[in-house]
């Protein structure tokens, strides 16, 4: 009761700052879909100043409405007041779960599973062993699947599936000294790249190898804990920050650098301002060194191809992430390691930066509205007649490669370090 408090007045000083000018509906995602004042940053920020008694009157539908949002960090980066939607609705969230507590399905996910690292790579590498009894391969230059029956919760999703081994069993842990640069980074891997994505993961190691960094990658790391935080469980979300803190204090480095934009933001933003007080020096030592790999790659130590590199040509497009470039600024840099990349042409799409839709559990409780805006960034990239799609989160490359696949695309979907990669000798 003291957190939820203590939230509660931090949440009143936030917003009085709206001003209730409107300018978020020119930019939100989901406003542009179904044309609700509810369901734009201003509605909802108007139905929390009464919070209090809301909480008491219709807890449940205050919640519904909340939860009717990507999270994506639109309206803040273009709201004239400077307003911390992200922040405030997390805030909001938090509080009206501590109220509310969990639905079971979410305690039972969340609690009993993302909060404990061990069992969570047990069950997900479970799940890929049986995986092609429910679901057939449909897409094979996207890598995508579909249900072989009608599912609930799959609908007509094209998924891509889980890696038949994960990263972490592939590579356990890394703890290699800094080579010709003199530079050592941590790696976060996250948990989409971990079960779905490790050739991502494969790729930051051997660029950072090509790169003479060094590498420390600990052991057994656990989710950054944006799935709890984005459904108000604070517990589980500190009990991750607990164990993330103690491995990566455990090393010696001078980043931090992950190849999720998600995970980059939420560690570099959210970790300092919603750790618990016991966590915060440690959550903002951390979160100082924390980068984005493009950025990395491209401002601390000079990315540039082997003279002798393939040429593979390629017509790649790009779309950025909304925590990268939104959160935290990051535009120039993968577009600089791809225009790097021996036989890659960019070729810029339409607003590139307009949301694809995911929005995390946003994808699973209104798939209608994510499928909706993720189409329209669908036709947006097939309009470059590109051969492939780059983007700097594995969030995005799951509900574009699920939009590309549904439209019959033969465009590739890859993360720019991937490209990298594949320039180096092997």
Known sequence: MEVLARLMRELEDQLVVCMKCGMC?????????????????????????????????????????????????????NCPSGVDVQEIFLKARAILTGFMGLPPTKRLVLRGMLANPS???RLTEWGARFQRIFSRPVNDIIGTSCARVMSPLLQDRHFRPLAPVPFHRQVPSVDRPAGASGRKVAVFTGCLIDKLFPNIAHSTLKVMDHCG?????????????????SS????????????????????EFDRLVTACATCTATIHEIWPRMAAKRQREAAARLARRTMDINQFLTAEVNYSPPADAPEIPRRVTYHDPCHLKKSLKVFSAPRDLVQATPGCRLAEMAESDWCCGMGGSFNLQHYAISKQIGTKKAAQIMDTRADVLATGCPACMIQISDMLSQAGAAVAVRHPVELVAEALDP
Do not use: W
């Open 25 to 77: 509906q020119s930019v939100c995602p989901v406003f542009d879909q179904t044309g609700r004042e509810a369901d734009v940053t201003r509605g909802k920020l108007a139905l929390l100043s009464g919070l209090m008694e809301s909480i008491f009157d219709d807890p449940e539908g205050v919640y519904a409405r909340l939860n009717k949002c990507l999270l994506c960090g639109s309206c803040a980066a």
């Open 119 to 121: 069992l969570f790579d």
């Open 213 to 229: 960094v060094g590498v420390f990658l600990p052991e057994n790391q656990g989710c950054c804990g944006i799935p709890a935080l």
């Open 232 to 251: 108000g469980d604070l517990d589980t979300f500190h009990k991750l920050l607990d164990h993330n803190l103690s491995l990566f204090e455990a090393g």
